[in-house]
């Protein structure tokens, strides 16, 4: 039985997907160990540092999947890491050659090289999901660029804003992010092989050419220089998850309050028995949106401790370098998590653009004040115009109406602007600014990155 919520029997597929899990399972991790030693025999090899009869044969005949892994979990715990216990069981699978495995390498290139191919292919999954996400979004904002909503500004009704454009507003989000991603790929997947303390000294003048032929195998990023303790492109990996989920975790606190009972503009596609109560039969409770939510507060603890994984000490790091192995695969099974939550919860939405229309309404004008303001203000100034409309809020606020009939009620605004002037200022569907040009700002470009 499982541990936590990611290996759970009851919860792994709410909070992960089983192609991110699989990514980073322990022996999906052990095949990258055993591929990473293969390339670096053959890489040796390529230049001449072993016999090639050795590579070939280290190739054909070291493989993961028939280690003893229980005899690999006890020595593991002995000695602290996987490697050594790994090189014991594959030099023997070498036959004659096994005295070339692992040849001049230390425990962390190839810990840290197979940690980079699973964050290959992870970027590859999470790549995916923002490109799903992406296109629901943008149908999204242009199904509903001129569909009117409260915008609202702490918590408050503040100006009328359309559907379309907060969807558009989450649609730019992610644009950025897929090109954020895009961008962090040649600094993150690098591979490392760089020996004991990082010299490449045990291979004298042939250290550079092996690394060369090693990232070239593996189709990885070549090392300037050696980064066993300079781990900002792992610590950049997580945060780019962090600034993902952070966006998802947004999107899903929108959607969770405008799903509430007094708003009631938005919910979660309806699927039988999905949020319901164990106490309640009228509860519909925003599954998808609260486990985006959660997994956005999970990714974002990661963040900082990756963040505080980089402080590390002189050429090899004691114990920040144990924290990744805590971060980085719960970071990506999370974000998986969160993205998939996303796009079921998106792509099928149900948007109630008559509450919209409601709620629109339920200050009787009173959101569009500033429109009024600014249509009283050519004729007696901001200022003035301003305490007039704010006199005219307050009689609403106490006595009920409509802004629009106390405004006509007061002579300083009846004199000066027509009744018509002031029924169309205090529709809301009138004072959208730029929201829907904004809405096909966004999509024009997203469509140009597509």
């Not at 029997?9 to 991790?29: C, N, S, V």
């Not at 090109?179 to 790929?185: D, G, I, P, V």
């Not at 503009?265 to 599954?287: C, D, H």
Request: glycine share 8%; charged share 20%.
């Amino acid at each position: 039985m499982a541990a936590n919520v990611l290996d759970s029997i009851l919860f792994k597929d709410a909070f992960g997907t089983p192609e991110m899990r699989a990514i980073f399972d322990d022996r999906e991790l052990i095949r990258k160990y055993v591929e990473v030693e293969i390339a670096l025999a053959k890489a040796q090899a390529h230049c001449g540092v072993i016999p090639q009869v050795a590579a070939d044969e280290i190739a054909a005949k070291c493989n993961a999947d028939t280690l003893d892994f229980e005899l690999l979990r006890h020595e593991t715990e002995i000695v602290g890491y996987p490697i050594l216990p790994l090189v014991h069981q594959i030099s023997k699978q070498a036959g004659g050659s096994g005295g070339y495995v692992h040849w001049g390498a230390t425990t962390q290139d190839i810990m840290d090289t197979a940690v980079v191919l699973q964050i290959r292919d992870a970027f590859a999954l999470i790549d995916d999901e923002i490109a799903r996400l992406r296109q629901t979004l943008a149908s999204l904002a242009s199904r509903y660029r001129d569909t009117p909503m409260a915008g609202r500004t702490h918590l408050q009704q503040a100006l009328p804003v359309t559907f379309g454009y907060k969807a558009a507003i989450w649609l730019d989000m992610f644009d950025r992010h897929a090109e954020r991603l895009e961008q962090a790929r040649p600094r993150i997947l690098v591979g490392q092989f760089a020996g004991a303390a990082g010299t490449l000294a045990s291979l004298g003048d042939k250290g550079l050419e092996v690394q060369q032929a090693m990232m070239k195998i593996l189709n990885l990023g070549v090392p300037f220089s050696t980064w066993h303790v300079a781990r900002d492109g792992f610590a950049e990996a997580i945060n780019l998850l962090g600034l993902i989920t952070g966006s998802l975790g947004k999107i899903a606190y929108d959607v969770m309050l405008l799903a509430a009972n007094e708003f009631g503009e938005l919910y979660e596609p309806f699927v039988k028995g999905r949020g319901a109560s164990s106490t309640m039969p009228q509860k519909r409770n925003p599954i998808s949106s609260e486990l985006m939510l959660a997994c956005a507060k999970g990714v974002r603890q990661h963040a900082g401790l990756m963040l505080d994984a980089m402080v590390q000490d002189l050429e090899r790091a004691t114990g920040p370098w144990h924290a990744e192995w805590i971060a980085i695969p719960e970071s990506f099974v999370l974000a998986a998590g969160a993205l998939h939550q996303a796009n079921f919860m998106l792509s099928g939405l149900i948007v109630d653009e008559s509450a919209m229309a409601r709620n629109l309404d339920m200050t009787k004008g009173l959101i569009v004040a500033e429109a009024v303001m600014m249509g009283l203000a050519p004729y007696i100034g901001r200022q003035d115009a301003h305490d007039v409309v704010y006199d005219a809020c307050r009689v609403v606020n106490e006595q009920g109406g409509r802004l629009a009939d106390v405004l006509n009620g007061m002579p300083s605004v009846a004199s000066r602007l027509d009744p018509e002037l002031i029924k169309r200022l205090t529709n809301p569907a009138n004072y959208l600014g730029m929201a829907p040009e904004m809405v096909d700002r966004v999509l024009a470009k997203s469509a140009h990155r597509q």
